[in-house]
């Protein structure tokens, strides 16, 4: 079983940046991502990394601005954002599954451990 403990949402001003963090419990994932939702809407994929970095994918719409990386020696995941705006407000999951080829996905669907999410608030 594997646990996973969000952490560094808040609120911020348009134009600013934050770190999310996300910190695993257990025995070690191969795929790893960062989701994020907003009421009505589905959650969405942010972006995705493998366990060896080969598989890394980006949402278009935040494609040269957040950067997903992990530190395998502290079992954490961590999701850099730059340049926030209020499109991006919303409640953002860790989540990850044992397949590499997971991480080749955005669908929600596919992976297996979720964290309970942080949320992130962006003012203009």
């Known amino acids: 079983q594997l646990k996973l403990l969000e952490s560094g949402g808040g609120s911020v001003q348009a134009g600013g940046s934050l770190r999310l963090s996300c910190e695993l419990f257990?025995?070690?994932?191969?795929?790893m991502a960062w989701f994020r939702q907003t009421p009505g809407k589905e959650r969405e994929g942010v972006a995705t990394?493998?366990?060896?970095?080969?598989?890394?994918k980006y949402a278009d719409s935040v494609k040269g601005r957040f950067t997903i990386s992990q530190d395998n020696a502290k079992n954490t995941l961590y999701l850099q954002m730059y340049s926030l705006n209020a499109e991006d407000t919303a409640t953002y999951y860790c989540?990850?599954?044992?397949?590499?080829?997971?991480?080749?996905?955005?669908?929600?669907?596919?992976?297996?451990?979720w964290g309970q999410g942080t949320e992130v608030t962006v003012s203009s």
């Open positions: 257990g025995y070690g994932p191969i795929c």
């Open positions: 989540a990850a599954d044992p397949f590499s080829s997971t991480c080749r996905s955005f669908s929600s669907g596919a992976y297996t451990y």
């Open positions: 990394i493998s366990n060896d970095g080969v598989i890394l």
